[in-house]
């Protein structure tokens, strides 16, 4: 298990030395225009830089990164972080966005970087409703929501086996290291192979989660969903509704696992829910358990969120005489194009 995870660790860095490798050689062939014309926008405000970064996105994103001194003083810094924007923006001609800033003499650094992205084409919009199983304190289920540094958003739901306190250290175990993975450079591939173990090495008897992630792109409209024993996605779009389902087993039972991958175009109006299986199980009607839940979204009209994650909930705790069975949790996304 550790050979495997040292193999993803030398994978995951081999692969962000080459994509460094080929970003710059893309730099110097595509960008010096951009550059030169960047610096002089900036010296006519009184802004002085030592470097500039240009990248661009497989989805044609830009990425643009000015680093300059360390300011004399970090009480009256002489950056001016809406002048880049707004600069950068001009030259490039779709609004650019600071997405990070490290102070040089705050995080003692040599210098000072400010990281811009040209702005998201879409918004989203989170709703989220849970409850844990009628006998239990402690839910088994972890939720995350959080923008990563390529600015997609992570949304993942992990459901720990059973309920109480292993099965929560499994789930949060899954998706903390998932967070900082992702957001250290590591490919989802990788990731959820670190992960699973992780998970495996550490595991008592049962210890497990399954794993139910959601990347967002909304630059180019796009969302890959990355499923491991987790429970059907479903995509609703007016009163049609698409499910989306995994086979795989749970993180932690194999020492390889196989992933479930889907890539989707994001429309105006999408409604994405993901839940845990407390909510698909709840219902005792159907075969087929998502069934009950894909009839339930056909009938919804309401196109708030939190309304929908509420109702779904309400009804998975209603399917069982008003006690929930399991921990119960709900993640409704609704997509937006801006204006």
């Not at 239990?136 to 958003?153: A, E, F």
């Not at 399954?210 to 609703?236: H, Q, R, S, W």
Request: hydrophobic share 35%; proline share 1%.
């Amino acid at each position: 298990m550790v050979s495997n995870q040292l193999e993803q660790v030398s994978k995951a860095l081999g692969n962000i030395a080459t994509e460094m490798e080929n970003k710059a050689e893309n730099e110097l062939e595509n960008y010096d225009k951009e550059k030169e014309e960047i610096k002089i926008l900036l010296q006519e405000k009184d802004m002085q830089i030592n470097d500039i970064s240009i990248k661009k996105q497989e989805s044609g994103r830009k990425k643009i990164t000015l680093y300059t001194d360390i300011c004399e003083n970090v009480d009256t810094p002489s950056c001016n972080t809406k002048k880049m924007g707004r600069i950068l923006s001009k030259v490039f001609n779709e609004n650019m966005i600071l997405q990070n800033q490290e102070c040089g003499i705050r995080q003692n650094l040599p210098r000072c970087s400010y990281t811009y992205l040209a702005e998201d084409k879409q918004t989203l919009q989170i709703g989220v409703s849970r409850t844990t199983r009628a006998d239990s304190k402690i839910s088994g289920d972890t939720l995350v929501q959080t923008k990563i540094q390529d600015g997609k958003y992570l949304i993942a739901l992990s459901d720990g086996m059973g309920s109480g306190i292993d099965a929560k250290k499994a789930s949060k175990t899954a998706i903390t290291m998932l967070e900082k993975l992702l957001s250290s450079g590591f490919d989802k591939d990788s990731s959820l192979r670190l992960i699973n173990s992780s998970l495996a090495t550490i595991a008592k008897d049962d210890m497990y989660a399954t794993l139910d992630i959601a990347v967002l792109d909304l630059y180019a409209k796009k969302m890959e969903f990355i499923k491991n024993g987790a429970c059907p996605t479903f995509v609703k779009h007016n009163r049609n509704v698409e499910v989306l389902k995994s086979i795989s087993l749970p993180t932690g039972i194999l020492n390889d696992i196989d992933l479930v991958v889907y890539d989707k175009e994001l429309l105006e109006g999408d409604i994405i829910v993901m839940c845990s299986d407390g909510i698909i199980e709840s219902s005792e009607e159907y075969t087929n358990k998502e069934l009950w839940l894909k009839f339930l979204l056909e009938e919804i009209e309401t196109d708030d969120v939190q309304k929908i994650a509420d109702i779904i909930l309400k009804e998975a705790i209603d399917n069982n005489y008003g006690k929930p069975k399991d921990d119960m949790s709900v993640i409704a996304i609704k997509i937006n194009n801006k204006n």
